[in-house]
């Protein structure tokens, strides 16, 4: 395989860059650029050591830095690996990176130095998707889940069961394949229940699957309420901005406006619904029903009411479908600067969580911070559990699970133990696509061109 080289730090002015080199002929590369003033030379120096000293193009000096020697297999690419750290400017950077390559080396693809681990078996694939993860984590949830993938958390529960489904393959095949052997029968009541096992494990990750996409991809969130209550001023304290309009004429906000705002760890997509109540005007009325649709849709409610007056029917009949729709819900108690005509138990009636803000105070957005939080935290957010899964990885799960509840239907119904074997296999090769040990070439090329050039 030939020895590639990329910039591994980002091509800005900073304090220091990364040019890495991996491959046979990376320390051999290493020797030509690199002159050390800390030991006698490239070759003589052992894995896991550096040294400072000088980045030349012949006789003329391009910038003294330090090198990072790596030996096969204990580097990150499993190759033998240079890193050479130059100071950060742009030009020296490239300049350093021209020599390398001058020198024998080949650009790298985006993500290749992280397909070399792959297959040189230091990572799974989706360990080594977990890299791409930790490294566009924007918050502790996310990095915390990422590294665990990154640890192999996800491939091992994948591994266990895709082991147990090949173990049962084998017998069944052999049973099938070969009748006259007098091979123990294949239990009915065995398979059942192993297939039983191997769905229950699918279903729990493909729920963890859900959790995590949750928290990195946002709660989609719709703030509901009757016209004039606050929602619109609720929206803009929580992105942060006025995004919508905010007018004391009611039914000003006539079509859905969807943005996204972080509280603390917790990412809203928040949809600014209509003012939901009974009404004649034609347009309003297109921009109610988009409201009472996004209800039905959403994961998550948030329903305004306007303490200073007293709840009406328009407010009733939200507390109704609200409760009716089993979702999670914070009710707001908005306007709390007014004076009071509401009665708390009343809206406790309907939902356990409530909060009193006056949306109008910028300090109140941390009230809706701490509610939030306690609807999805802790008990929603397991650490431990929860998967950052990529559509990908979502997508070769959800098929197992398909394939292994036919496997199922199919064994329930009498089918022969062909048409069972055929859907086991289905489910086992999506398993192993996931991680990467039966993935096309065309799989891990699509997961690697999302990857930077260096990682
Ligand atoms: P929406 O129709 O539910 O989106 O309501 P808006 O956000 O457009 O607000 C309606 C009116 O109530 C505007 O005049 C806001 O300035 C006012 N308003 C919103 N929140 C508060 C609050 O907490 N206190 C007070 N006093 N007025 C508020």
Redesign the pocket.
């Known amino acids: 395989m030939s020895t590639i080289c990329a910039i591994s730090t980002p091509v800005a002015e900073g304090g220091i860059s990364v040019i890495r080199i991996s491959g046979e002929n990376a320390v051999n590369i290493a020797e030509k650029v690199f002159r050390p003033f800390t030991c006698e030379s490239v070759g003589s120096m052992a894995g896991y050591t550096c040294a400072y000293g000088q980045i030349h193009d012949g006789d003329k000096t391009v910038d003294d830095g330090v090198l990072t020697v790596f030996k096969a297999p204990h580097s990150y690419t499993g190759e033998d690996v240079c890193e050479i750290s130059c100071h950060g400017g742009i030009y020296v950077t490239k300049r350093v990176l021209r020599l390398c390559l001058d020198n024998g080396c080949e650009a790298a693809q985006a993500g290749e130095f992280t397909k070399r681990a792959m297959l040189n078996g230091k990572l799974s694939l989706t360990q080594a998707e977990a890299v791409m993860d930790t490294i566009s984590a924007q918050g502790e949830y996310a990095l915390a889940s990422a590294n665990l993938t990154r640890q192999g958390s996800l491939f091992g529960r994948i591994d266990k069961v895709t082991k147990e489904l090949v173990k049962l393959l084998g017998e069944l095949a052999a049973w099938v394949d070969y009748p006259e052997e007098d091979l123990p029968a294949v239990e009915e009541s065995a398979l059942r229940k192993s297939l039983q096992d191997a769905l229950s494990v699918t279903g729990r990750l493909l729920a963890d699957c859900d959790n995590g996409m949750l928290i990195k991809n946002g709660i989609d969130t719709v703030i509901a309420?009757k016209?004039?209550?606050?929602?619109?001023?609720l929206m803009n304290l929580l992105l942060g901005y006025d995004r919508?309009i905010?007018?004391?004429i009611?039914g000003?906000?006539r079509d859905v406006i969807e943005e996204s705002a972080r509280l603390g760890e917790l990412v809203f997509r928040l949809s600014d619904t209509a003012?939901i109540r009974g009404t004649e005007d034609r347009v309003e009325k297109i921009g109610v029903e988009l409201a009472e649709k996004r209800l039905e849709e959403c994961m998550f409610i948030i329903a305004?009411f306007d303490t200073s007056a007293a709840p009406d029917d328009d407010d009733k009949a939200l507390l109704e479908k609200v409760k009716s729709l089993g979702k999670r819900t914070l009710i707001v108690l908005?306007?709390s600067?007014?004076e009071s005509a509401a009665d708390e138990g009343f809206f406790k009636g309907y939902c356990e969580n409530i909060v009193y803000i006056?949306?109008?105070d910028p300090d109140d957005r941390s009230k809706i911070q701490a509610a939030a939080e306690k609807i999805f935290t802790p008990e929603n957010y397991d650490a431990d559990s929860t998967i950052f899964a990529n559509e990908r990885q979502r997508g070769c799960l959800a098929k197992a699970h398909r394939d292994l509840t036919a496997a199922l239907e199919a064994l329930d119904m009498g089918e022969t133990l062909d048409a069972v074997t055929v859907m086991v296999d289905y489910a086992a090769d999506s398993l192993l696509e996931l991680t990467g040990e039966k993935a096309t070439e065309a799989v891990v090329s699509e997961v690697f061109s999302k990857f930077c050039v260096g990682k």
């Open positions: 309420g016209p004039n209550v606050g929602k619109s001023t919508s905010v007018t004391d009611a000003t906000t003012g305004v908005n306007k600067d007014l006056s949306a109008k």
